[in-house]
């Protein structure tokens, strides 16, 4: 079945160092890719998403791309701001039955210091 | 446009009893799907409703059931708890079964202790 799989955590920064959550995934179909965040006490936000290989997500300056050959959407910032801290998730949406069904990862908390 | 809500926000249950949650879907969005997301986990996927039909499930057992109203809201029901319940129960909603392929909107998630 399908499958997501990312980087454990916590990851802890420095404010404006560079990001990388690493995100591969294994799945029977041609999946959407996605990364959500979710901050502490709420529900889940859609980060940025890919549909197809080789296209390249981007919001807020985190940008991943969907690489098929290598099964990887890996999440990176340029530079993180302590506001960034949350914990990220990587997900695939796979066509079953008619409908588009989301697989999740456990999640990468990221830290942000000053 | 009003996004997903989500009805309580916190309840403790004791072990044996039965819980309602409730969702009430984003504005024009007919798709709603549930998710239990365990301390320190990811979202697990427990069904999907498509105009009020259940059209996905995952692997969860029958005493957790759901509806969809004419309305497009929705319930999660959880007969029998179990101390393993305790989670955050997320709801999320998107226009249309093939619209998940582009993301869905969550509500904040109801927290249910089970003692």
């Known amino acids: 079945g399908d499958s997501v799989t990312q980087m454990e955590g916590p990851v802890t920064l420095s404010e404006e160092a560079f990001l990388t959550i690493n995100c591969t995934y294994t799945a029977t179909g041609y999946p959407s890719l996605f990364w959500y965040v979710q901050y502490p006490g709420e529900g889940l936000q859609l980060l940025l998403k890919?549909?197809?290989?080789?296209d390249k997500g981007s919001n807020k300056g985190f940008e991943a791309t969907y690489r098929k050959e290598t099964t990887s959407f890996h999440l990176e910032k340029g530079s993180v701001q302590v506001s960034d801290s949350a914990v990220y998730f990587c997900?695939?949406?796979?066509?079953?039955?008619?409908?588009?069904?989301?697989?999740f990862g456990r999640g990468t908390s990221l830290i942000v210091h000053p | 446009e009003t996004g997903v809500t989500q009805s309580p926000t916190h309840l403790i249950k004791t072990r044996g009893q039965q819980v309602t949650l409730r969702c009430s879907s984003q504005?024009?969005?007919?798709?709603v799907s549930w998710y239990q997301q365990a301390l320190g986990q990811g979202p697990q996927f427990i069904f999907q409703y498509y105009r009020e039909e259940e059209n996905g499930r995952g692997n969860f057992p029958p005493r957790f059931s759901g509806l969809q109203f004419p309305n497009y809201s929705s319930e999660l029901n959880v007969n029998a708890l179990e101390l393993d319940d305790s989670a955050l129960y997320l709801c999320?909603?998107?226009?249309?079964?093939?619209?998940?392929?582009?993301?869905?909107?969550f509500g904040s998630g109801t927290r249910l202790t089970v003692v």
């Open positions: 890919a549909t197809k290989a080789d």
């Open positions: 999320a909603s998107s226009s249309s079964a093939t619209t998940g392929k582009y993301g869905y909107t």
């Open positions: 997900a695939l949406s796979d066509l079953r039955g008619g409908s588009y069904i989301p697989t």
């Open positions: 504005s024009g969005h007919n798709t």
